[in-house]
């Protein structure tokens, strides 16, 4: 059964403290990774697109990994507005899109 | 810059109400989806578009349905809304262009039914 797994579901950090975010993925035919952030009552904002094993992406403090098997959210020196939810979805299909459950991230000043 | 709109931030509808969320993105987009969010459960797929006038279920089609009249535009439909259908509403698009085919998201409806 296709899966996305994301870990840990809750991270604090201290502002300046660099941590990254696990998304493991079990997929039959991956077609890409798709990494976005997503604000309290808002819709999830596009970060990144990752399509094969070795791409890494980067967006100022961001920078996401992938694998065979999972990917990772760096997050270097963060800080309070970087507090929000990080989603992790892939594509299985054609129009197949299978989201994890996301990792809520609170930076504290 | 994608844009993808949502008619409504936030609504309030009586049980057995029929509820319409609208949806409009400016990029031409072929591929249009909507979803419902809830806690613990991600982004579950109600109903996608591929091309106007043509509209495929999703995992979770049951007590809803769909419209696209142009190729902009993407309407949700409760036909008769339930309690249990109270949820955030997300609307995304996508291009044929380029793969993989990254979604773009509106800002979300969230809707209670009372």
């Known amino acids: 059964e296709d899966q996305v797994t994301q870990s840990p579901e809750a991270l604090r950090l201290q502002e300046g403290e660099s941590s990254s975010l696990n998304c493991s993925y079990t997929?039959?035919?991956?077609?890409?990774l798709f990494w976005y952030r997503q604000d309290p009552g808002k819709g999830p904002e596009f970060l990144f697109t990752l399509y094969s094993a070795g791409e890494e992406k980067e967006k100022e403090r961001l920078k996401a990994t992938l694998t065979k098997k999972e990917s990772f959210l760096h997050i270097t020196a963060p800080k309070p507005e970087d507090s929000a939810t990080y989603l992790c979805?892939?594509?299985?299909?054609?129009?197949?899109?299978?989201f994890g459950t996301g990792t809520r991230l609170k930076v504290l000043a | 810059d994608v844009k993808v709109t949502q008619s409504s931030r936030y609504l309030v509808k009586r049980t057995g109400e029929k509820v319409f969320l609208e949806c409009v993105q400016d990029?031409?987009?072929?591929?249009m989806f909507w979803y419902r969010q809830d806690p613990g459960l991600g982004l579950r797929l109600i109903y996608f578009s591929y091309d106007v006038k043509m509209k495929e279920k999703g995992d979770i089609p049951e007590g809803y349905s769909v419209s696209r009249e142009k190729k902009e535009r993407f309407s949700l439909i409760l036909e008769s809304a339930s309690t249990n259908q109270t949820s955030m509403y997300l609307c995304a698009s996508s291009s044929w262009a380029g793969t993989p085919y990254e979604q773009y998201f509106g800002p979300g409806t969230r809707l209670t039914v009372t």
């Open positions: 990029m031409d987009h072929e591929n």
């Open positions: 997929v039959s035919g991956l077609r890409g």
């Open positions: 979805a892939v594509q299985a299909g054609t129009y197949k899109y299978i």
